[in-house]
């Protein structure tokens, strides 16, 4: 399901105009992406029942180049993370 395929359901189950269930989909995205890239602090977004949003730190690490063979060097970096809640595990089962 793509962005477009969401908003074009949401619409349906609540009769609004696509472009405005459009703009509150793009709105949702941007915060969690806003909260998710500050640095410090609490960088969480808690969506009871269907899952938590978090960054992560991963450490460096070594690694290698499958077309040369050659050891590398990758740097320590921050990832997002997702947790699915127990209202998700539960209707995909």
């Known amino acids: 399901m ?3 395929d969401l908003v ?3 619409a349906k189950k609540t009769k609004l105009p ?3 269930v459009s703009t509150v989909v793009n709105a949702v995205v941007d915060t969690i992406t806003e909260v998710l890239s500050k640095k410090g602090g609490d ?3 808690v969506l009871t029942g269907f899952g938590t949003f978090t960054v992560s730190k991963r450490k460096a690490r ?3 180049n499958p077309k040369t063979g050659e050891t590398i060097k990758i740097a320590a970096t921050r990832v997002p993370r997702f947790k699915a809640g127990k209202s998700l595990k539960d209707a995909v089962k």
């Open 2 to 4: 793509t962005k477009q």
């Open 8 to 10: 074009e359901e949401v």
């Open 18 to 20: 696509k472009s405005e």
């Open 43 to 45: 960088n969480s977004v």
């Open 62 to 64: 070594t690694g290698r």
